[in-house]
């Protein structure tokens, strides 16, 4: 299963990181807007886009990397999940009013000998991550050597395609289930 996991790394960082060029992600997207203004954002880009029209990592994110992921996994019959993680201090201050953003990362898992196991796809070697996977535990998921981010969800990668908004995700960060009007927080999107 590792060498499998490491082909697909290898294989994203081939479509990809390569070729990334030297535009932001704004200019990227603003560009991108003129031929398909239906995309608001790099959230709304579907797996099928981002292979399709070659986008740069940088450009899609750490969300659209799991997505993509988790597509090339179940292409290969793997079932591959997204680990939402939140950065905690951020978390913390939507939660007492005080911010409306709060800044994730999205990693992957896959069950390997009964166990998921965690692992960073933005990072074109593997190096599995230290988790056991529970809400609101605390994981190093940017690979900093700090465990400043929390565990929000775990979400099945063919559920986690519709993830097409920022606030979607937010919803995500603040309670593991989007579809939840309880825990629905409306994040500063400019």
């Known amino acids: 299963m590792e060498k499998i996991i490491q082909d697909i790394l290898t294989e994203m960082d081939t479509m990809f990181r390569a070729a990334m060029g030297v535009r932001s992600r704004p200019e990227y997207m603003a560009e991108y807007r003129k031929t398909h203004p239906d995309i608001k954002d790099s959230f709304a880009l579907t797996v099928e886009q981002i292979i399709q029209n070659k986008i740069p990592a940088q450009v899609i ?10 597509e090339l996994a179940k292409k290969r019959g793997i079932e591959a999940f997204v ?9 913390e201050a939507v939660k007492n009013g005080e911010n409306r953003v709060m ?7 896959v069950e390997i000998d009964g166990r998921l196991c ?3 796809a933005t990072k074109p070697v593997l190096k599995f991550i230290d988790s056991d996977l529970t809400i609101g535990a605390f994981i190093d998921s940017t690979g900093t050597g700090k465990s400043d981010y929390m565990i929000t969800a775990v979400v099945n990668g063919n559920k986690f395609q519709s993830v ?11 309670s593991g289930d989007m579809n939840n009007p309880e825990f629905t927080i409306i994040p500063l999107i400019k």
Do not use: E, S
């Open 83 to 91: 680990v939402c993680t939140v950065k905690y201090n951020d978390w």
């Open 118 to 120: 965690v692992f960073d």
């Open 164 to 174: 097409d908004t920022g606030r979607k995700l937010m919803n995500l960060y603040a």
């Open 103 to 109: 800044n994730g990362h999205q990693i992957n898992a």
């Open 61 to 70: 994110g750490c969300t659209g990397v799991a997505k993509l992921f988790c």
